[in-house]
């Protein structure tokens, strides 16, 4: 296949390009998942597995994309997932990532581990009109004063919300990285977590295990939440909840909003898709705070899917990075822009004229 731009037209295409581009040891990192990937894949497919309702003869003029979130006004609702690392892809990194969301008006969560200061981030987009939500994205780390001090950064740089991911306290089994020996190379360290404090080494005794009477001792709980959010102005939003009890404790601790994620299949396999997840999230929540949805975002279809299913949002990650790897900031502008006008064409051809009329698109077949 020639990288003529006429033979980039799907976000697949676009990945079999960044698949050339990148090292196998890097692309092991961005593209691969836990254990045997069957989550990884089944994120992907559970969206190919619902089917539409098309309407036809509706009056569209008028028509759009544009969503509510968090009091802020979105020209449509797809944000660009926090990645660690971008500068692997492409040395633009999280710079070429920011731009790119800014001018297509897509919502931008950074990652803490970023490899670019929040900071520099910030400073690039945070005065464009038409920006999407710009929010940081963290770990709950032992250090807490380190922590309070990384909110009062994002505060101060311009970030208008913290999305704390919950449902990463260890690694998941990697095996496709493992093979590959990946590990971060010379000059590449998360930037925005220099200086912070690693928790005292425990001496294990015998029979002791070093992940549940040491690391998973620092593994924070609900009341770290409620912590959280004692020490900042921003809304807190909670990434990682994928079961209907999460989301109702998560209200119960003044989330702002949640966000069903899988961590894109890279935790614990096995776990449903996330378009499987999201509408018992969805209903439990019961329109109190903003459910936003990840994982296997491929077409402009699964979009309108996921906000059929209640989703507000949608966010957006391993497609990003490889329009990253292929372009910099073009090539994650060109990602983001395929993204909205399949959205547009879908509504279009279902006669969903605005986003708050998606529920009426699902094809449900009549019971017997």
């Given at each position: 296949?020639?990288?003529?731009?006429?033979?980039?037209?799907t976000l697949?295409?676009l990945e079999?390009l960044?698949?050339?581009k990148?090292?196998a040891a890097?692309?092991a990192?961005?593209?691969?998942g836990?254990?045997?990937?069957?989550?990884l894949r089944?994120?992907?497919?559970?969206?190919?597995?619902?089917?539409?309702s098309?309407?036809?003869?509706?009056?569209m003029g008028?028509?759009h994309?544009?969503?509510s979130?968090?009091?802020?006004?979105?020209?449509?609702?797809?944000?660009?997932?926090?990645?660690?690392?971008?500068?692997?892809?492409?040395?633009?990194g999280?710079?070429?990532t920011?731009l790119?969301?800014a001018?297509?008006?897509?919502?931008l969560v950074?990652?803490?581990?970023?490899?670019t200061?929040?900071?520099?981030?910030?400073?690039?987009?945070?005065?464009?009109?038409?920006?999407?939500?710009l929010w940081l994205q963290?770990y709950?780390?032992?250090?807490?004063?380190?922590?309070r001090?990384?909110?009062?950064?994002a505060?101060a740089?311009?970030?208008?919300?913290?999305v704390?991911?919950?449902?990463?306290?260890?690694?998941?089994?990697?095996d496709?990285?493992?093979?590959?020996?990946?590990?971060?190379?010379?000059g590449?360290?998360p930037?925005n977590l220099?200086?912070?404090e690693l928790?005292?080494p425990v001496a294990?005794?015998?029979?002791?295990?070093?992940l549940?009477d040491?690391?998973?001792?620092h593994a924070?709980?609900?009341?770290?939440?409620?912590?959280?959010?004692?020490?900042t102005?921003?809304?807190v939003l909670?990434?990682?909840?994928?079961?209907?009890?999460?989301a109702?404790l998560?209200?119960?601790?003044?989330?702002?909003?949640v966000?069903?994620?899988n961590?894109?299949?890279?935790?614990?396999?096995t776990?449903?898709?996330?378009?499987e997840?999201l509408?018992?999230?969805?209903q439990?929540?019961?329109?109190?705070?903003?459910?936003l949805?990840?994982?296997?975002?491929?077409?402009?279809t699964?979009v309108l899917?996921?906000m059929?299913?209640?989703a507000?949002?949608?966010?957006?990650?391993?497609p990003?990075?490889?329009?990253l790897?292929?372009?910099?900031?073009?090539?994650?502008?060109h990602?983001?822009?395929?993204?909205?006008?399949?959205?547009e064409?879908a509504?279009?051809?279902c006669?969903?004229r605005?986003?708050?009329?998606?529920?009426?698109?699902?094809?449900r077949p009549?019971?017997?």
């Amino acid at each position: 296949m020639k990288d003529a731009p006429g033979n980039l037209a799907t976000l697949a295409d676009l990945e079999a390009l960044a698949s050339r581009k990148l090292n196998a040891a890097t692309l092991a990192y961005f593209n691969g998942g836990a254990a045997d990937e069957i989550t990884l894949r089944d994120n992907i497919a559970a969206w190919q597995r619902l089917k539409l309702s098309a309407r036809v003869l509706r009056p569209m003029g008028g028509g759009h994309t544009r969503v509510s979130l968090l009091g802020h006004t979105l020209a449509h609702p797809i944000l660009v997932a926090p990645m660690a690392h971008q500068r692997l892809a492409h040395p633009q990194g999280e710079r070429g990532t920011a731009l790119a969301a800014a001018a297509q008006g897509a919502g931008l969560v950074l990652s803490a581990q970023s490899s670019t200061l929040l900071e520099d981030v910030s400073r690039l987009v945070r005065d464009e009109a038409d920006r999407g939500p710009l929010w940081l994205q963290l770990y709950l780390q032992h250090d807490r004063t380190f922590i309070r001090e990384l909110a009062q950064r994002a505060e101060a740089a311009g970030y208008e919300a913290l999305v704390l991911t919950v449902d990463a306290p260890v690694s998941g089994v990697r095996d496709r990285e493992r093979r590959t020996g990946f590990t971060l190379p010379p000059g590449f360290s998360p930037v925005n977590l220099a200086g912070r404090e690693l928790p005292p080494p425990v001496a294990l005794q015998p029979g002791q295990s070093a992940l549940f009477d040491d690391l998973l001792t620092h593994a924070p709980t609900w009341d770290d939440v409620a912590w959280l959010r004692s020490i900042t102005r921003l809304p807190v939003l909670l990434k990682g909840i994928t079961h209907p009890a999460d989301a109702l404790l998560a209200l119960e601790h003044g989330a702002a909003g949640v966000i069903v994620s899988n961590h894109g299949g890279r935790t614990l396999d096995t776990l449903p898709a996330t378009a499987e997840l999201l509408p018992p999230v969805v209903q439990a929540v019961d329109g109190r705070i903003p459910v936003l949805v990840d994982g296997g975002i491929r077409r402009g279809t699964d979009v309108l899917k996921a906000m059929a299913l209640g989703a507000s949002a949608v966010l957006v990650g391993r497609p990003v990075i490889h329009g990253l790897a292929n372009a910099g900031a073009q090539g994650v502008a060109h990602v983001l822009r395929l993204l909205r006008d399949e959205l547009e064409i879908a509504m279009a051809l279902c006669g969903c004229r605005q986003l708050n009329e998606a529920a009426s698109v699902l094809h449900r077949p009549p019971t017997t």
